[in-house]
């Protein structure tokens, strides 16, 4: 009975949960936790990287400032006295997902979808042929992708998906540079984007116009943001199979579409000016080739036509013709896709870990939330609802006994046990007030040029800012 009591932690120790990727999903996820009063709670949010936010710092395009402006949501999750953040800590690299499970009741994992959907075809890897993942963490300033820069020396551009990654890669490469000038776009993707020669970004979809996943917004806004028309297809705008039956907000996106359509018939052929960059939305291609020698120089497209199904599912059919597209750069947009964590079960088609509302298959005290539980869909604040979701199921597991506490959880003391453990696997740990100064500074060298903030780009950079040391040369 003695030895019983003496491992058994206290019911009056609070829930402590260990959160695993800063971005969206691991702030609603944290969120979620401390918003309730059911249960008494303390929240870990580990993240790889120096700086939190994920997706909202380094996915969201520079030049969409009111979807960055969740963040300030986040921040008031970050300043709960039950809250803490420890950044620069990899799990499998500096701590194990077992000892992880050990010294928390539960893991919540909420590391989005880190890969890229591949395209499948011949050429897909030749010099020029990127993904999008790689562009957009380019621009964005990501310390993983500071050195991958497009290549911008041609005069076309070819961006494969039919998405809002793939208008956002579009968009940046075409607008104006002292348009992105007044963002927190990186420096070294403002400098290579001022000597870019392309004149066109081209952006090919599988299926037609009422299938792409383009949000109104962002179609919207394409000639105020790149300052120049939008050239589409007339034919391929024209009335879709079951129109009668789409939704309003697809409806809207046609309504768009025709009109840059409608537009394109009177305006003039004459080249664009240098300088000046146009984009072009074609749909029903599907890429089957990227060819070059040595480097991409042109696309093989399949062109497809629309078969609606009994259940009313549009597919995309190859009608056998072949289109060639010449390209000097191809971005390939068409997704991202989970990455399996080791000991945990993964569904290689999905790119999800497999769970039931939350709660991982087979496994005790784990759990997920975000792009890793569901797939990457859905916008930024998609990820409430998922994250509520796997909280009220992991609440419902400790209140039914399900997810036992145990001694080595109920070890974790809010005074720093864990910081200590932490600093000795990495000693640039970098916690909340590490990351203000990452904010501050940031914020501080944009101010005098008019910008929301001039990122820090490297590891080391953001590093010695967190740990207010010497800058590393």
Known sequence: ???????????????????????????????????????AVRVDLYERLATPWGLVRAGVAPDHPKIKAVASVYAVTAADERFRFFGNVEVGRHVSREELVERYDAVVYTVGAQGERRLGIPGEDLPGSV???????WYNGHPDFADRAPELSGRRAVVIGAGNVALDVARILCSPVERLAATDIADHALDVLRASTLEEVVVVGRRGPAQAAFTTAELRELPEFTGSAVDVDPAEVEVQPGEEKLSRLILRNLAILRGYAAAGQTASATPVAAGRRRMALRFLRSPVEIRGEGRVAEVVFARNRLEVDAEGWVSAVDTGEREVVAADLVVRAVGYKGLPLVGLPFDERRGIIPNDAGRVAGADREYVAGWIKRGPTGIIGTNRKCAVETVATLLADVGEGRLARHPGAGGVDPVGEAE??????????????????????ERASGEPVGRPRVKLTTLDALVDTALNRTLTV
């Open 420 to 441: 200590s453990w932490l600093r000795e696997r990495q000693p640039d740990l970098v916690t909340e007030a590490g990351w203000r100064l990452i904010d501050a500074a």
């Open 131 to 137: 993904p999008a993942v790689d562009v957009v963490g």
């Open 1 to 39: 009975m003695a030895d019983d009591a003496v491992n058994t932690p206290s019911t009056a120790a609070p829930l402590t949960v260990a959160v695993i990727g800063s971005g969206p999903a691991g702030f609603y996820t944290a969120g979620a936790l401390l918003e309730q009063s059911d249960v």
